[in-house]
């Protein structure tokens, strides 16, 4: 990654007894990216945030900032530079939405127009007198969101964003976040579980496995590891891939079918024939493209708890 970062992590590690929950993670988030943090429940994703916002000391590693390392001295001016909605919001639920974003107005001295501000953004400007303990869940995440977008931060740290919410809302939550980079120049680094958010909101990609980084890169570069293949379906598998054997071609056995590369049309037509010499039946043959979730699951371990 040759872009300007706003994060970058050093062998980022924390510790806790004789278990590392995470481990050696270097994460690269450049700027104005939707960087989605990717990775089964448990796999160490809030713990990282977590350390990256100073809300849990760290055991070992390095934390840069907008390009700056993060030290005891600098920690509140770089911070102050980051808006963030780590697990559940909390509310006052007895005050209105527009009331509890003014008390966060006050306590960090921004202008008054701030709270109209976020509100208009995240579409909570109608709802601004009603109690927050009569807000829906969907409502409550956005109002977390308003928060954390007071004094229109550089940085923003999702954590979960689409957690509980109805189709509705979330399909509302992902075009929020796919507008604020071009909107506002911000950076955002949003967490999930779920594939397929990721997959329709990010630009880049970083994927936790038992708290390690076991991807990093584009999201164009996660896509070009769904490679193409044959399947292939015979009277005699074994006797089938011996004739690919004798042919340079190496062959995969998936259940009933042989996985073989793509080849050209004249190529197919060429092992049919010799399949057919040797009185072998060819049952099926079919274009197979690795999904996205087969990729996941292979880089964060089959069967896990996505």
Request: proline fraction near 4%.
């Amino acid at each position: 990654m040759n872009e300007q970062l706003v994060i970058k992590t050093d062998t980022l590690s924390k510790q806790f007894g004789k278990d590392y929950r995470v481990k050696n993670v270097c994460l690269c988030v450049p700027e104005r990216s939707i960087y989605g943090f990717l990775g089964p429940n448990g796999a160490g994703k809030t713990t990282t945030l977590k350390m990256i916002l100073g809300l849990l000391k760290t055991t070992n590693g390095e934390i840069s900032l907008f390009g700056k390392k993060l030290t005891p001295k600098n920690r509140l001016s770089l911070l102050s530079q980051i808006g963030s909605l780590i697990e559940s919001p909390s509310y006052y639920g007895h005050l209105t939405g527009e009331e509890n974003l003014d008390i966060m107005r006050r306590l960090r001295g921004l202008p008054v127009g701030s709270v109209a501000d976020v509100l208009r953004i995240v579409r909570l400007e109608d709802e601004k007198k009603k109690l927050v303990s009569q807000y829906s869940l969907g409502m409550k995440q956005r109002l977390g969101i308003a928060n954390a977008l007071l004094g229109f931060p550089k940085l923003l740290i999702l954590d979960e964003p689409t957690n509980g919410l109805d189709p509705a809302g979330i399909q509302e939550m992902r075009a929020l976040i796919k507008s604020l980079p071009e909107q506002f120049g911000m950076t955002l680094l949003v967490s999930s579980h779920l594939l397929t958010e990721i997959d329709q909101i990010a630009t880049h990609v970083g994927i936790i496995r038992r708290g390690e980084l076991v991807f990093q890169d584009s999201l164009e570069q996660l896509h070009a590891r769904s490679t193409h293949h044959l399947a292939l379906r015979t009277g005699d598998n074994l006797a089938t891939q011996t004739i690919c054997r004798k042919n340079g071609m190496v062959t995969e056995s998936h259940g009933d079918f042989l996985l073989t590369p793509m080849l050209t049309d004249d190529e197919i037509i060429s092992y049919c024939a010799q399949l057919w010499k040797a009185g072998i039946p060819i049952f099926r043959i079919e274009e197979r493209k690795k999904s996205l979730e087969d990729i996941f699951l292979e880089l964060t371990g089959n069967g896990e708890t996505l």
